[in-house]
């Protein structure tokens, strides 16, 4: 740190190896380095520190745990490997040193490399997107199997489909999986099973192995043929750590061929489990929509009840009676008043006591109770007529069944209805239709009286 003074900078050990750390940090970033491990030491705490060397010169490497657990190459004494590192320093011996991230066989990287330049070139082409991957169908009766026929694969792929799915027919497509061959015989499967359109999905498995021996799926020409297959494709190529160019272009992936198998198999048993609890809810809900309906149903009845004709004429009836007593009460009242005036009159005609205003007088009254009891008279017969007619004005309009009321039809012998007596004459036939049968009837005597004038009842 700079001194009051404004002289030299000056560092403490630690300040200065923190500040080469940065340096190199921040100078170099990841990179790839090659060379021959010696030095290696594994410490209980599951880090590992070795060196790089060449002909010329070393590097000392330190690989911690957690990335430790993830190599899948076996790190030895004199064993050439390749490391993705970023430099750093060692600050508390200021030694310079490579923090390791990955590591690879130095014969792998070659095929490393090729595997993520085919990549890159097929994504941008558009053949990993996922819009243009195909749905797989939740149980396909016809499984199509493209891989060895002698290998481990196979044989867990039909263990499953027998475990659980035992429905589905499975059709082997062998291939060589690996080996120059493989490539061309696997994409000509492809090709055929697209063909033949004999399968709902194809499964392409094989088990697992090294980069090298996945060689076969990381090929173009397989990856292509997977995007052009019109049938859905699961690829399970070895295990859950292997990745392979098949696993981008097919339409799902899977971890393992057993876990492909799984995809496609739906668990029958499983399912069958589920069925007791699957009808319980079914009956629960068939129950609550049933007891919905009937609410509604009774909901109904009660609307149909409220608007039924019945109930509109029960309402006019009482609306009539309710006339009728109001106009009984206002004749009375009017009569009373009258009563009451005339007997004004009389105390009036009393106290002047003229004879012949008297003979007068009575007169009048005489004239005027005769024309009150007429009036009277005359509109409680109004009234009568009113309500008679506008009963039968009801009843016409009534939709209740004419028949079912106790009511006949009556028609002659050309089906014509007989609306009036004089329609008809003594012995001609005549049909009465009535709510529940029909009467075949001679006439013996007719009464042209209007309906409203017959007798109840007639010897």
């Known amino acids: 740190m700079p001194n009051a003074n404004n002289g030299p900078v000056i560092f403490s050990v630690s300040e200065l190896n923190q500040a080469v750390r940065q340096l190199l940090e921040h100078s170099f970033g990841l990179l790839w380095v090659e060379g021959e491990i010696s030095n290696l030491a594994r410490p209980r705490s599951g880090h590992v520190y070795f060196s790089l060397k060449d002909g010329n010169a070393q590097v000392r490497c330190a690989l911690f745990a957690g990335k430790a ?49 085919l990549k890159a070139r097929l994504d941008a082409e ?20 493209i891989t060895s026929a002698t290998g481990a694969a196979i044989r867990d792929v039909l263990s499953v489909v027998s475990r659980r799915y035992p429905l589905g027919a499975v059709r082997i497509y062998p291939v060589p999986v690996q080996g120059d061959a493989a490539p061309a015989a696997i994409s000509r499967a ?25 060689q076969a799926f990381n090929d173009e020409a397989v990856a292509r043929a ?16 292997d990745v392979t160019i098949a696993d981008f272009a097919a339409d799902v992936r899977a971890a393992t061929p057993s876990a492909a198998a799984e995809l496609v198999c739906p668990d029958l ?44 004429l029960e309402s006019a009836a009482q609306r009539l009676d309710e006339a009728d007593l109001r106009l009984q009460r206002s004749v009375l009242a009017r009569l009373a008043r009258a009563s009451e005036r005339m007997q004004l009159v009389e105390r009036r005609l009393g106290r002047a006591a003229p004879n012949h205003r008297i003979a007068l007088a009575r007169e009048q009254q005489a004239r005027l109770s005769d024309r009150l ?74 009464d042209h009286l209007p309906i409203d004038k017959i007798p109840a009842t007639k010897n």
Request: glycine content about 10%; charged content about 30%.
């Open 190 to 214: 492809i090709g055929q099973a697209s063909e033949r359109r004999d399968c709902d999905v194809l499964l392409l498995v094989r088990g697992g192995g090294s980069l090298e021996d996945l």
């Open 226 to 241: 997977i995007a052009a297959c019109d049938v859905p494709i699961i690829s399970g190529v070895g295990h859950e750590v």
């Open 69 to 117: 657990r993830l190599l899948r190459v076996a790190l030895d004494n004199g064993t050439q490997i390749r490391v993705r590192a970023r430099v750093s320093v060692y600050a508390a011996r200021g030694d310079y040193q490579l923090i390791v991230e990955h590591a690879e066989d130095a014969g792998d990287g070659a095929l490393q490399r090729q595997f993520e330049q």
């Open 126 to 145: 558009g053949l990993f997107a996922a819009e243009r991957k195909r749905p797989i169908p939740p149980a396909p009766a016809r499984i199509g199997v």
């Open 269 to 312: 048993a499983a399912r069958v489990a589920r069925i007791p609890a699957a009808l319980s809810a079914l009956r629960t809900r068939i129950r609550a929509r049933l007891a919905e309906s009937q609410r509604r149903i009774d909901a109904l009845g009660l609307r149909v009840d409220r608007q039924h004709p019945r109930r509109r």
């Open 373 to 446: 009891a007429r009036a009277g008279r005359q509109r409680l017969s109004d009234a009568g007529a009113r309500m008679a007619t506008a009963v039968r004005a009801l009843h016409s309009v009534s939709p209740l069944q004419t028949l079912e009321r106790g009511y006949a039809i009556a028609r002659d012998a050309h089906g014509h209805v007989v609306r009036s007596s004089d329609t008809v004459g003594i012995g001609d036939r005549i049909a009465i239709d009535l709510a529940r049968g029909q009467l075949d009837c001679e006439v013996r005597g007719t």
